[in-house]
């Protein structure tokens, strides 16, 4: 398997010690996630170094846990340098051996931090109890985090002693720096995370009830939106000659076409797409999914990027990161970059910077070419008709019908 790696015969010490007969096996996970082979060689050659060091501890894959290797980075410290990457390889190492059954899964999981224990209680109780999305826990768990490693700075957790002055002092504070939407998370996070501490009775207050709101009433502001025109400057920026721009390309056209979510732009698998019948199953908020009609310019653009530009992975994810490990993206910050890079490269000037803004575009557009609000509704896929009400606000012809005349007279 490393014979293609080396010019020369392969070194016989990368395969010594206890994890030398997984080398091989190891290389091919690699060369799968799409290392480059000056990336795989650096790689094998720290999982060698691990092994021998392993052989003169005089520990076995029964002794394998994370602590381990921090003992490990520091002993290397000593003679080698330390690549950024280095433990990450080898936590892709003790999965990979967690895989194969060599080691117990529950090896890879062991963490004694108290913050860590709440946080999976926590994240268990919203999936199970509540039912709710991968997505939703990964906003909330930071945020609970955050207030925690604000309020137990020494790493003892006293739950018990929080109180309502100390909630609305966080709130009050953190609510300084963040854009009103974040602040409203935390509120929302914090929430819920004081209701499952009184339904675990870990604290004996309703603290739920003294978290305070943020005041943000709807339909205050204009939805931001771009011209045609600047959208199809947008997806011209996109150098579809490459790789990323072909992916670029395609991620923007069906956000701009087709008003989807960044979210549900990560989501989307290969087996959503159904060219038989030109459909495209949207996997929205929740279990929610829907079905759209794929239109032709945008068909054309993913079946050239899944051609072209796609890399070979494993991974059912359409749109994959353009550099090793091949794998979906982490999460919609991901696609609300590709925008922002986008507007960048087409020189458009605009306050907001977020995927959402093309979703705002085509409502936009899709008004003031006479389509009716219910129609836009079932293009965005809102539940509650309410929610398309924003855009009756940018309606001026419609609203000169309303308008009253002016008792003054004319100024």
Known sequence: MLEHLFSKSVPEWLYAGPLGSYVNSFTSLLLEKGYTNYSIKVK??????????????????????????????????????????????????????????????????????????????????LSQERGLSPETLTTYIPLVRCFLSNFFKAGTIGLEKLCPKDITAFILSYTQSVKRSTAKLMVTSLRAFFRYLRFRGQIATDLAAF????????????????????????????DQNTKVGQRDYTILSLLARLGLRAGEIVKMTLDDINWDVGELIIRGKGPRKDKLPIPYDVGEALAAYLQHGRPACSTRCVFIRARAPYRGFSSSVAICNVVQRALL?????????????????LATNMLRKGASLTEIGEILRHQLPSTTELYTKIDIVSLRSLAQPWLGGEI
């Open 44 to 125: 094998i050659r720290l999982v060698a170094k691990f092994s021998r060091w392993l052989n003169q501890q005089n520990l076995g894959f029964d002794d394998l846990k994370l602590e381990l290797f921090d003992h490990f980075i520091k002993y290397q410290k000593t003679a080698n340098p330390v690549r950024r990457g280095d433990l990450a390889t080898l936590k892709l190492l003790l999965r990979h051996l967690s895989d194969a059954g060599i080691i117990l899964p529950s090896v890879i999981k062991i963490d004694d931090n108290p913050f860590c224990q709440i946080e999976d209680g926590f994240a268990q109780y």
């Open 211 to 238: 978290v305070p709101a943020i005041s943000d009433w709807r339909l205050t502001g204009l939805p931001k939106s771009l011209e045609q025109e600047q959208i199809e400057c947008l997806l011209k920026s996109c």
């Open 345 to 361: 490269r087409a020189k458009i000037n605009s306050c907001y910077k977020g995927a959402h803004l093309l979703r705002h575009s």
